[in-house]
């Protein structure tokens, strides 16, 4: 029992690591390159509107008063990789928030274990908040809980959100022709078999590309090297967006997988005044440790753990420190 426990959070960890690579190349995409189509403003300004969707408060409630970009306010994003299957809402299987400074030209990324066990917000509703793993928040209540949940836990506003398809991964690869990688060793991997040598990689081969690690004899190390590798020739190739022929199927690969509350405008601006954050970039982990409660397996955070984080975060905000609350009820499972 404990070694199929073990099994599965070791294959969960390799999954949530490759999600917040791709999560991270979604949003240079989003905000970076995707803006070499000012060639053909109105197809981006088309796509980023329907990607658009609001959420029903303008400001959080943990800031006086809404973030303007003009003014080179601090801003915070969660980006939340979504699970959706037949039959349910889905549920977030990686949460990144990003707090990004572009007066200290500084980015700090955290990412928030999917099984974190810590209360669910019901804005809505507050007397349904509980208790349950993080990730079930999008289930329950859709992105506006996700951000009420993860607001709570880090004790910082969120400001934007970006949400993402994570099949959709597949259809940018596609959608920028593939990529080209020389594949070091011969392998089969859900389904999908390489040989070994150079090749041209469609969506679903660049995927188990990214993830092989059996047969690489460096393990972590070897999948790490790939992954950045897939993501550095999206990423080359999302950047000379503007004169590939098939620029429309590359939006429409992202309008299709991609919600956010970022305007066009929005966008523009943080291309504009927020880049040179990306010159220093800090990845902060979240240190806890596993717990069988009620036969279900969470990830425990303490509360001296949350408030570091948030100090940090809070700093990078421009905000002042506020001690975190109580993240558990003791009669929830």
Partial sequence: ???????????????????????????????????????????????????????????????EEKVEFEKKDPISILMVGIDEREGDHGRTDSMLVLTVNPETKTTKIVSIPRDTRTKLINTKNPKKTTTDKINHAYAFGGIEMSIASVENFLNIPIDYYVEINMEGFKDIVDAVDGI???????????????????????????????????????????RGERQREVISKIIDKGKSLSTLTNYKDILDALENNIKTNLTLTEIIGMQSSYKPAAETIEKLEIEGSGKMINNVWYYMVEDQTRQILSDQLREQLGLTQEVVLNNTNSSSN
Avoid: C
């Fill in 180 to 222: 080209d990688v020389d594949n070091q060793y011969a392998f089969e991997l859900d389904g999908v078999t390489l040989k070994e040598g150079p090749q041209h990689l469609n969506g679903i081969k660049a995927l188990a590309y990214s993830r092989m690690r059996h047969e690489d004899p460096r393990g972590d190390i070897g």
């Fill in 1 to 63: 029992m404990n070694s199929t426990r073990l099994d599965r959070k070791k294959k969960t960890k390799k999954k949530s690591k490759w999600l917040r690579y791709s999560l991270f190349t979604f949003f240079i995409i989003l905000v970076g390159g995707g803006l070499y189509f000012y060639n053909a403003y109105n197809d981006v300004a088309n796509a980023v509107n329907k990607m658009n969707k609001p959420i029903s408060r303008e400001i959080s409630d943990k800031r």
